[in-house]
């Protein structure tokens, strides 16, 4: 239901991707979870006085939503701010809590659909899932859960352990990839490399210490614990990621909290300054306009479900993508992992050899002994495609004479790195003291 734009695409419009292969299915469902273009929240049409802790700001304005201790409002401009709820006044307070509280009323589209997107350009990435009616975060809860409890444990636990050594080789040995002699020729800009480093390792240990590592917590998942535990500290930790690799951004405008690699640094300003108005609603079915700063507009479907809006063409793929993940995770998997098993596990596969060169990169200790270990990588990459083979009965560099040691993961055996980018945390909706939180105009 967004407007098409080459810089949105990536973001948005995952809500149209279809389901053609079964295979594909739980992914799919995750992505259509984690990228839906959903409305929520409540909403009042009347506009209030609403007047700041101090007593000296006031803005007219119209609710739109609560959410995590955040007052959002439209202004008489359509100009939508987010006040922290501490900055307003008692009487402000109260009236916040009661609109939020209220039944919701009978709202358009496009007023959720502008508080959606508000959220998500302020970083809150929660809003996601809360755009999903109670059935629908069923459903997901559901596949996720029924691929816990179908997946293969050893498995599973062999490709974290892999994770966890990875993660242990990007913390201690920084210094040491980036000496790597390959790396120092001209035009590889180590410095940019060495500025976002800390930020990747953080997010790569907050996957790796959340619920979607660990096998027993998906067979009991719950998206909303999820996204208010570990789910959370991944996001915050994307976060992070995107402020350390922010660049070139426009001068003229703010840096947005929310710019992800790959993602065109003005596709979230775009959104802010997108129009959106309900064209023709009959009861719970209605069509959006969305139309661009340039003029450009786009037509989108919505069906209300459970009293959230929603695309209608995602309504309509639902069901069908929902029962074909959990048939592939029911029927299809378990005999794909139990034919696939024994050369997943064997110590020629190439988990196992991964494994293998992790170690070696762990024990290295210098410069040089790192340096050995990453030039056999490289000639037996070549060896492997056809540059070089290895005299017979000589082992290639890292395959393994026996399986290596299954043992707990790296983090169970000492306690979990706690990962601290030393990155200030800016509350973007957070003015100074002394500030007018609504931004009034001089």
């Known amino acids: 239901m967004i407007p098409k734009s080459p810089s949105l695409a990536p973001t948005f419009r995952l809500h149209r991707f279809k389901i053609n292969d079964a295979r594909h299915a739980p992914m799919a469902v995750l ?4 990228a839906l273009v959903a409305m929520t929240g409540s909403i009042s049409v009347a506009s209030e006085t609403w ?5 000296k700001y006031q803005v007219v304005g119209e609710f739109l939503t609560l959410h995590d201790h955040v007052v959002y409002l439209r202004k008489e401009n359509g100009v939508t701010i987010a006040v922290p709820i501490e900055r307003l006044d008692e009487a402000s307070q109260q009236l916040a809590r009661r609109l939020a509280a209220a039944p919701m009323a009978d709202s358009s589209p496009d007023a959720e659909i502008r508080v959606l997107l508000n959220r998500l350009q302020t970083g809150d990435l929660r809003a996601l899932w809360d755009s999903l009616p109670d059935s629908y975060q069923a459903d997901v809860n559901e596949v996720v859960q029924t691929f816990g409890q179908n997946m293969d444990t050893e498995i599973w636990n062999s490709g974290r352990r892999v994770l966890g050594k990875l993660v242990k080789v990007l913390q201690g040995k920084k210094e040491l990839i980036l000496g790597y002699p390959a790396l120092q020729q001209p035009g590889m800009d ?50 992070v990621l995107a402020k350390a690799m922010e660049e070139d951004v426009d001068a003229e405008r703010p840096a947005l909290p929310m710019e992800f690699p790959g993602l065109e640094a003005s596709a979230l300003m775009d959104f802010a300054d997108v129009q959106v108005s309900t064209i023709s609603r009959d009861g719970d079915t ?8 340039d003029g450009e507009t786009e037509d989108e479907e ?19 993508g929902v029962e074909s993940s959990k048939q592939f995770l029911t029927m299809v998997m378990p005999e794909q992992l139990k034919e696939a098993r024994p050369m997943l596990l064997s110590p020629l596969s190439p988990v196992r050899i991964v494994e293998g060169v992790l170690d070696q990169l762990l024990a290295a200790e210098d410069q040089a002994a790192f340096n050995e270990v990453i030039d056999g990588i490289m000639e037996m990459a070549g060896g492997m495609m056809g540059f070089g083979d290895a005299d017979e009965g000589e082992m290639m560099p890292f395959e393994l004479e026996e399986p290596p ?13 706690e990962y601290d980018p030393d990155l200030e945390e800016v509350d973007p909706f957070a003015p100074e003291p002394e500030d007018d939180p609504f931004g009034s105009d001089p």
């Not at 790796?208 to 996001?235: N, P």
């Not at 069906?303 to 695309?311: A, I, M, T």
């Open 302 to 320: 919505a069906v209300r479900v459970e009293g959230k809006w929603l695309p209608k063409e995602m309504v309509d793929q639902w069901a069908e």
């Open 405 to 417: 040691v299954i043992r707990p993961g790296p983090f169970e055996e000492e306690p979990p790195v």
């Open 31 to 34: 992505l259509m979870f984690a």
């Open 51 to 55: 007047t700041d802790s101090t007593g």
């Open 286 to 293: 209605a069509v959006v306009r969305f139309t661009k700063p």
């Open 190 to 239: 180590l410095a940019v490399v060495d500025k976002n480093w800390d930020a990747v390792v953080g997010l790569l240990v907050a996957i790796f210490q959340s619920d979607l590592t660990d096998l027993e917590k998906l067979k009991a998942f719950d998206g909303t614990a999820f996204m208010d535990g570990s789910g959370q500290v991944i996001i915050d930790q994307v976060m």
